[in-house]
């Protein structure tokens, strides 16, 4: 069975702080990809991006950069310099190619940007 | 180009009360889902269909009802609403070609209350 873990319910943050989303995932197959969602207070989820389980570099766009660790199976996201446009929900999710169609969330992150 | 439109966006109900959502998708997408949010828990996977004529039960199935009978549309059916009901629900849509990453394209969200 597939499981995403986002233990930081809640995270506030003065802007300009850099700050970063944990994700800790648990799959047996050997071929899924993660994501990340943003959920900002208009309720529509954005997507951010996906990594496949065979691609462990790291990816930087803008002020944002995901670091992917398969020895530790985390997929934690960082936002440099927050602003207080970032405050939202944002979920983790993992798909496993091999034996599911399930999309499988994390139980989200809100992040509070303060000005 | 409407992407995953989900109608209604807001509805109350009275326990017992049937209704369905509507979620259609413009975009020749095998995989279509319905997730619901509740606050603290993420998105859980209700139903998912990847294909017409083929569904089949997320993580939170009791109470939903589903069919696929086009690809474009993947109606969600409350037979008798429960007050536990009470959620925002979303679809998603996604195809399933071999290049196919696994990005879930969503709905705008379905913001359903039960009394």
């Known amino acids: 069975a597939q499981k995403v873990t986002q233990a930081q319910t809640e995270i506030s943050v003065v802007e300009k702080e850099d700050v970063t989303l944990d994700c800790v995932y648990e799959t047996r197959d050997t071929t899924y990809y993660l994501f990340w969602y943003k959920q900002p207070p208009s309720g529509e989820l954005v997507f951010l991006i996906r990594r496949n389980s065979f691609d462990e570099q790291n990816e930087i766009s803008g002020r944002y950069s995901w670091n992917f660790q398969k020895s530790t199976s985390s997929f934690n996201f960082t936002i440099t310099a927050s602003q207080v446009v970032d405050s939202a929900v944002y979920f983790c999710?993992?798909?496993?190619?091999?034996?599911?169609?399930?999309?499988?969330f994390g139980s989200g992150t809100r992040l509070l940007v303060r000005p | 180009n409407a992407g995953v439109t989900q109608t209604p966006k807001f509805q109350v109900l009275k326990t017992g009360q049937s209704m369905t959502l509507q979620c259609a998708q413009d975009?020749?997408?095998?995989?279509m889902s319905w997730y619901r949010q509740d606050p603290g828990m993420g998105l859980r996977l209700i139903h998912y269909s990847v294909g017409a004529g083929i569904t089949d039960q997320g993580e939170v199935p009791n109470g939903y009802n589903v069919s696929r009978s086009t690809t474009e549309d993947f109606p969600l059916r409350l037979l008798s609403a429960a007050p536990s009901q009470t959620s925002v629900y979303f679809c998603?849509?996604?195809?399933?070609?071999?290049?196919?990453?696994?990005?879930?394209?969503f709905g705008e969200g379905s913001r359903l209350t039960v009394l």
């Open positions: 975009m020749n997408h095998e995989y």
């Open positions: 999710a993992l798909i496993a190619m091999d034996s599911s169609y399930k999309l499988i």
């Open positions: 998603a849509s996604r195809g399933l070609a071999a290049s196919n990453t696994g990005e879930l394209f």
